[in-house]
């Protein structure tokens, strides 16, 4: 399963990651057609049709796009694997938004009060405060068994956002370098351990030892005569 389907079942919807948008103007019809192709990911016709109606819209302004940018790599700081940016989380959001509709209000209403406390508190828009700024505004969110009651709604807010950074971040290429996944692997088992066969007064078979129980001939298939004896 790749990271398009398994959206599907994360968010409980039909996923895709959205286009980068750097500014609140649409883009054209060539480079929409010329983007599709990295939606393509086994979809039946009615799904593809539903997904590029999806892509063809923005939900978030550019103002918006770039708080949740800002907020999610104070979520996720950037490392050596990558950041926000090149995992796409912004453009997960943005679909998600525009697929599950009821997150739009949350969503929007979060990113603007949050705007709204920052220009009270600071005189400056959220994006432009420093870090310790910044911080003294969402540490009071960010944990909500520890919020007061005039805050719940902003907690609620930015609860919903993390799980969505996170989200975004751990099932793309990026977030699954980050998390060192290396998908399935096959087990090498070099045999019983020798304080335990001798436990047991067992032994191996030198020849069965030699062709079963030597990594580099795993591969290999045993083949036996017609009284059952080993060959090769």
């Known amino acids: 399963m790749n990271r398009r389907d398994s959206l599907k079942y994360l968010a409980s919807g039909t996923l895709a990651t959205g286009f980068l948008f750097s500014s609140c103007e649409w883009m054209s019809k060539d480079a929409v057609v010329k983007s599709l192709w990295k939606y ?46 090149e995992a796409e989380v912004v453009d997960f959001i943005e679909f998600i938004a525009k697929e599950l509709i009821e997150l739009q ?7 603007s009060e949050l705007n709204k406390r920052s220009i009270n508190d600071f005189q400056k828009n959220f994006i432009d405060l420093n870090f310790d700024e910044k911080q003294k505004l969402l540490d009071p969110i960010a944990y909500p068994e520890e919020v007061s009651e005039v805050l ?39 045999g019983v351990p020798k304080e335990i066969l001798l436990k047991h007064n067992l032994e191996y078979d030198p020849e069965w030892e030699s062709k079963f129980l030597n990594i580099e001939k795993r591969n290999d298939i045993a083949k036996w005569d017609e009284k059952g004896n080993l060959i090769s």
């Not at 593809?48 to 796009?65: G, M, P, T, V, Y």
């Not at 969505?164 to 399935?184: K, P």
């Open 152 to 190: 719940i709604d902003q907690a609620n807010f930015f609860s919903l956002l993390r799980d969505l950074v996170v989200t975004g971040y751990f099932t793309s290429e990026v977030g699954i370098n980050d998390l060192g996944y290396v998908g399935n692997q096959p087990n090498v088992w070099d």
């Open 105 to 111: 209000q949350p969503l929007r209403f979060g990113l």
């Open 40 to 85: 393509k990911y086994g979809r039946t016709p009615e799904e593809i049709i539903h997904d590029n109606n999806l892509l063809s819209q923005q939900f978030f302004d550019a103002e918006e796009i770039n708080l949740i940018e800002d907020l999610g790599n104070i979520i996720i700081p950037p490392n050596s694997n990558g950041n926000i940016k």
